[in-house]
């Protein structure tokens, strides 16, 4: 089955940096482009992060464009989101997943989430 495993998140202050970090396993990690998406209390999960399967091609959220980092090592399995100038408005659950593009948008793949991980900044 399609095992993912983020860790990395915590407390922070605003203005501060995160290094998130997913461990995925039940698929062919290289065959998948990657994402990170989050949910806040109240809001829908919405994308925050795409890689593609080499990581050769990079998107973001606007929100986050700028400030966050998506990368993967396809020898671990592991794709990380490095978080800088963290904001209130970051604050929530986030969740990798193997993901495809389909009208525009980032989708996962199987469906298949995570625990995640929480990020709160504080203001």
């Known amino acids: 089955q399609v095992d993912l495993v983020e860790s990395g998140g915590g407390l922070v202050q605003a203005g501060g940096s995160l290094r998130l970090s997913c461990a995925a396993s039940?698929?062919?990690?290289?065959?998948?482009?990657m994402s990170w998406f989050r949910q806040a209390p109240e809001k829908e999960r919405e994308f925050v992060a795409g890689?593609?399967?080499?990581?050769?091609?990079?998107a973001y959220a606007d929100s986050v464009k700028g400030r966050f980092t998506i990368s993967r090592d396809n020898a671990k399995n592991m794709v990380y989101l490095q978080m800088n100038s963290l904001k209130p408005r970051d604050t929530a659950v986030y969740y990798c997943?193997?993901?495809?593009?389909?009208?525009?948008?980032?989708?996962?793949?199987?469906?298949?989430w995570g625990q995640g991980t929480q990020v709160t900044v504080s203001s």
């Open positions: 039940g698929f062919t990690f290289s065959d998948y482009a």
């Open positions: 997943a193997p993901s495809f593009q389909s009208s525009g948008t980032w989708r996962n793949s199987f469906g298949t």
């Open positions: 890689i593609s399967w080499r990581g050769g091609d990079t």
